[in-house]
C-alpha cells in the first residue's frame, strides 16, 4: 500500500513513483481552464478573476505486480465535480481542498480520475 500525495505538484506534469522492486506508478496531472469570469474580485493579493477547471489524475501501473494506492490532490477552490473521490468539507473558493481516491491498480492498467474545481486566478 501506498500513499501518495500529489500536493503542490504543477498540473500538466508526470510523476513517477517507484514502490518497490516491479511496481513503479506513473501519474500523470492534466487541467484545463474550462471558463473565466469577467469581473475582477479586489483582494489583498491584488486583482482576480474566477475560473471553472476541470482536471484529471491518469495513473498507471508499469509494473508486474498489483498496487494499491491512496491518491491525495490538494486544491484550492470550491470541488464541483469528482470522479468517486471523497472531499474534505472545506467550503469557499479560496478554501484548501483535498480531494481523495483508493486506488487498485493490476499490472498494466491505467485509471483516469477526474474532477472539477471553481477558484480564483490573478487577473490579467
Known amino acids: 500500500i501506498a500513499n ?6 504543477s498540473a500538466g506534469g508526470m510523476v513517477e513513483f517507484d514502490l518497490g522492486e516491479a511496481k513503479p506508478i ?4 492534466v487541467e484545463v481552464e474550462r471558463k473565466r469570469g469577467k469581473k475582477e474580485i479586489k483582494t489583498e493579493a491584488g486583482p482576480m478573476v474566477e475560473v471553472s477547471m476541470e ?3 491518469i ?3 508499469v509494473g508486474t505486480q498489483a498496487v494499491v494506492l491512496d491518491l491525495v490532490r490538494e486544491l ?5 465535480g469528482t470522479s468517486g473521490g471523497d472531499v474534505n468539507p472545506e467550503e469557499g473558493i479560496e478554501a484548501i481542498q483535498l480531494l481523495s481516491w ?3 491498480l493490476d499490472p498494466g492498467v491505467k485509471k483516469e480520475l477526474k474532477y472539477k474545481y471553481e477558484t480564483m486566478v490573478p487577473a490579467e
Open 26 to 29: 506513473n501519474v500523470n496531472v
Open 55 to 57: 482536471g484529471k489524475l
Open 102 to 104: 483508493a486506488v487498485n
Open 59 to 61: 495513473v498507471t501501473n
Open 76 to 80: 484550492q477552490g470550491e470541488i464541483t
Open 4 to 9: 501518495i500525495s500529489l500536493e503542490g505538484k
